[in-house]
């Protein structure tokens, strides 16, 4: 789903930005319907300093009502509350005391639902930014939820930020190449299920760029354009 952004328009760069950034309202739709919309799109972070860190989503995995993997599965608690509040927001959760995991909240106000980004395509600047583990191969340095946290400096400081231009994290629209290429199939999407749950294991709820590098992990049998 592209937004109007026009690289040849006659645009100043601040408004060029904002028609790129996907506004809340764009999240107001079920986690299995923005989950692959958000495959191409770019996660932008900006630091204090106002340092940018991009990347490209190449993975995603939906959680939504009524899913038993979802963690607002049972009741609201003061960790998913941020799932319940309406579309367009942050949700980061800590895991095995030491990994955070970003989400997207989606949906109307009370359906908690939510999207997982677990992998990024980072760009050439932010990996020239961040430092890499001995031998790890740039493509791989946001490689699943855990590590694109660690590259892209999110932590649960960013829970309940609203996903907007001027607030520490925004995701923009898919460029019109990159669309382009999607509707041609030069790219192609694999939907497949989740990893590492002992609950809806079933549900054909993953998205993927088919052959990327920055895709977390390939073993699940795809379900859908393999």
């Not at 904002?18 to 958000?38: G, H, K, N, Q, Y």
């Not at 990159?178 to 809806?200: F, N």
């Amino acid at each position: 789903m592209l937004g109007n952004y026009n690289p040849t328009g006659d645009y100043s760069t601040q408004a060029v930005i904002m028609e790129r950034v996907i506004p809340t309202e764009w999240f107001d739709r079920s986690a299995v319907s923005v989950a692959p919309d958000l495959i191409g799109c770019t996660l932008v972070r900006q630091l204090p300093d106002g340092t940018q860190l991009r990347g490209m989503i190449v993975e995603t995995e939906a959680y939504q009502e009524g899913d038993p993997a979802c963690h607002a599965y049972r009741k609201q608690t003061k960790r998913n509350q941020i799932m319940f509040g309406g579309p367009g927001y942050v949700y980061v959760y800590l895991i095995y005391g030491m990994y955070h995991c970003v989400n997207v909240v989606t949906d109307r106000i009370g359906a908690p639902s939510a999207v997982l980004i677990r992998a990024l395509e980072l760009a050439p600047a932010t990996l020239s930014a961040i430092s890499l583990k001995p031998k790890e191969k740039p493509i791989r340095a946001a490689a699943g939820p855990g590590k694109l946290c660690l590259a892209m400096q999110i932590s649960l400081d960013l829970y309940g930020t609203k996903l907007e231009s001027g607030q520490a994290m925004w995701i923009e629209h898919r460029s019109i190449d990159w669309q382009a290429k999607l509707d041609i199939g030069t790219i192609e999407l694999t939907q497949t299920t989740r990893i590492g749950l002992t609950q809806g294991v079933d549900l054909p709820w993953r998205w993927y760029v088919k052959g990327c590098k920055a895709v977390s992990v390939f073993e699940k049998l795809p379900l859908v354009g393999s």
